[in-house]
Every structure is written in C-alpha cells, then in structure tokens.
C-alpha cells in the first residue's frame, strides 16, 4: 500500500493538464489543481470530479505534501519559491526559471527547507534517450564527431520566452545527458518572423571540450514538417533517435566514411575515402510515457526511496547555458561576402 500523498498541479494550462492526468493515474495521490483562469478549474473539474480545486498556490499550501509547476517560464521563480519556502517538495517545469539568479536563489531555498526540488526535464525519463545514452556510452558508435538536434513544427507561440527558451531546454538536457558533459561554450542565431517579440527560430552551436566534439541544436515555431530527431555521428556507428517514429525509434547505423588509404593522393580526382556501409538495427524499447515516469519518481523521491535525477542543480545548469545562448545571439559576428566583380560590356559580349 502507498502512503497518501496530496499533490498539487500549478497551471492546469497544455502541459499541466497532462500532468494532472498522470498524477491522478498513480497510486496513493490525491490531487490538488491550482490555476488563476477560472475555466481552466472548470475544465479540471469536468476531467478530475475529485481533484480539490483551487485559484491561488498560496490558499492552498497549507494541506500539501508536493507541488508541480506548469505555469509559464517567467512565473516558476516565483511560485517554486513560495512553496519551497513552505517546505513543499517541488517539481519545476522546464525551463526551471527564466534567470541564473532566480535558479540559485530557488535551490538555496530548497536547501534552507529541507524540500526537494526537481526539475521537468522529461526527455531524460524517455526509454529511447536512456537507451540512446547507453549506446553513446558503450563505445559503440566510437568517438561522437558531432550531434544534430532538431524540434520543429508549427509550435505554439509563448508570451514569455522565444522559441530558445521554450523547446532548446529539452535539447541541451538531451545532448548534455548522453554526453554526460555540460557545453562550455555556446553559439547562436536566431530570428523572429511572426509576433512583436521573440525569435520563433534559432541555430544553436554547443561545444563540449572534455568529449571534444560539438552539438547543433535547430528549433522552430515556424516549419511546415514536424520533426523531433537526434542523430549522433561517432567515427564508427551513427545513430539517430526519432521521437515520432511509432515501432523504431532508435536506429543504429553501422555506416561511416574512412580516409583511403592511397598511394597517390595526387592522382586521384576525388577525395581518397571510402566507405562503409552495413546493418541498421533498432533495438527493442519498452514504452512508458516519459512524463509518467518522472511523475512517478517525483512521488519516490517524496516518500523517501528515491532522489532525484533531475535535481534543482540540473535545471541551473541548463539556464546557464540558454543565458549564454541569449549573449550569443545578441553578438553579431558577421563576416560581409565580398563584393561581386562587375562585369564590363565588352567582357559580357566576348
Ligand atoms: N516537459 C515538457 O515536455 C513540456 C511540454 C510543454 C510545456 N512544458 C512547460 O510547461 C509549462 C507550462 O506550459 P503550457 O504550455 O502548459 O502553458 P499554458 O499557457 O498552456 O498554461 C499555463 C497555465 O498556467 C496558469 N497560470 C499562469 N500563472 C499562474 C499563477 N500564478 N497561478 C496559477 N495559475 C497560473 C494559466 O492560467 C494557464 O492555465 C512551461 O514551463 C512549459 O515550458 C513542458
């Protein structure tokens, strides 16, 4: 038998109601949600008759064990704060906040309170990245020469952040977990097409200098296919991971292009490589949904047989290394194309 414990969703919005619909599936939970939208509480309420339902995240602290943050980046520092102060075990959306100093303040408050704080980063609880890290991490794939990220589609366009801080967390906490190494300097364009405000896409370079290798990092709120990929090149294997394929969502190429070895460079009028070609294999995943098994390990870490592996530190490196992106894409580091030669008459006739 479980332990009851009473567990409150902050921001019953996109992303919140998933949560509560998974909180309210597992065992032992008894489920609070908190929004400040009265009919997003009378949307809660049709979905979970039984959830105690509540307007403000204060009004309710008093009778919790554990609370969830899904309102929007620029609100977690604050409500994480408020119930991390109330000794509430708390799980932050990611981003964890919109601010180095607001990520520090929130797990210095955590540590003041004895609360735990979490952070969502709900890829490193998905079987496929877990399998794909075990891969990277085996040797298989052989030196990692580089990593491509893209998440694109036709997003949901934020008020409070650009598309950066909306989608690249769940790339950075990818890359930086197979790589088990934090980038330690970033570069990045990034444009807006649509709205008043934020960039709706960007290129994102990130370098590792301990694996010695380099990630690009592509997200979009404006492209026509929906693509959610990764794909690791070693110097051996490559791999790529697939979040939309149904049955494969991992393949592992054994693929891959060597410098022949030649004679004579100089008599060859291509380059001297040859290549590699053989199976692709998928390996088996058993599906569990991701945010179902973070949710679950939230609770694990509440009752004490857990601790987290998405802790408050992990989310603080993560807003590090967007902070730098946000430096980097304010830089302009253009180099101008030379201007094209005019062509005289004369020369355009001959
Ligand atoms: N882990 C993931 O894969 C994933 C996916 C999508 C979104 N998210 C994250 O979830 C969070 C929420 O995103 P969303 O798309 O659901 O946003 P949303 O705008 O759809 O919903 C936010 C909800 O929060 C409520 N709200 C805002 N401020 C509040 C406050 N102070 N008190 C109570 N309620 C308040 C709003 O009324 C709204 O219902 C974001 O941090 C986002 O980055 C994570």
């Not at 797990?107 to 075990?134: C, D």
């Not at 992990?314 to 730098?324: D, I, M, N, Q, S």
Request: contains cysteine.
């Amino acid at each position: 038998m479980f332990d009851q414990k009473k567990i409150a969703v902050v921001g019953y919005g996109y992303w919140g109601a998933k949560h509560a619909r998974v909180l309210s599936s597992l065992p032992g939970v008894a489920l609070t949600v908190i929004d400040a939208d009265e009919t997003c509480l009378a949307e809660a309420e049709k979905q979970f008759p039984a959830a105690r339902l509540v307007s403000r995240l204060d009004a309710a602290l008093d009778d919790l064990d554990g609370v969830v943050v899904a309102t929007p980046p620029g609100s977690h520092a604050t409500l994480a704060s408020q119930a991390l102060a109330a000794g509430m075990h708390t799980l932050v959306e990611k981003p964890l906040t919109t601010s180095v100093a607001d990520a520090e303040s929130l797990i210095g408050i955590a540590r003041e309170n004895n609360a735990l704080l979490m952070v969502g980063h709900t890829f490193e609880y998905n079987a496929a990245v877990r399998k794909l890290r075990e891969i990277v991490r085996s040797g298989d794939l052989g030196r990692i020469l580089y990593i491509h990220s893209s998440r694109l589609g036709l997003g949901r366009y934020q008020k409070d952040c650009d598309v950066v801080w909306d989608l690249a967390p769940h790339d950075i906490s990818i890359i930086s977990y197979l790589l088990d190494e934090m980038p330690t300097s970033v570069s990045a364009w990034a444009d807006r097409n649509v709205g008043p405000r934020h960039a709706d896409v960007a290129y994102v370079r990130l370098d590792f200098s301990e694996a010695d290798t380099h990630a690009i990092v592509h997200v979009s709120w404006l492209d026509p296919c929906k693509v959610r990929r990764v794909t690791v090149v070693g110097d051996q294997k490559m791999a790529v991971y697939d979040d939309l394929s149904d049955n494969e969502r991992i393949r592992v190429y054994d693929i891959g292009v060597d410098i022949a070895l030649m004679d004579d460079y100089t008599s060859s009028p291509s380059m001297p490589v040859s290549y590699r070609t053989g199976d692709i294999v998928s390996p088996y995943l058993a599906f569990e949904e991701p945010l179902k098994v973070q949710d679950s390990h939230f609770l694990d870490c509440i009752r004490g047989v857990a601790r987290p592996e998405s802790p408050g530190e992990r989310g603080l490196e993560v807003v590090r290394v967007l902070k730098a992106v946000d430096s980097a894409h304010s830089v302009t580091g253009r180099v101008s194309v030379a201007s094209p030669l005019r062509l005289v008459p004369e020369q355009v006739a001959q």
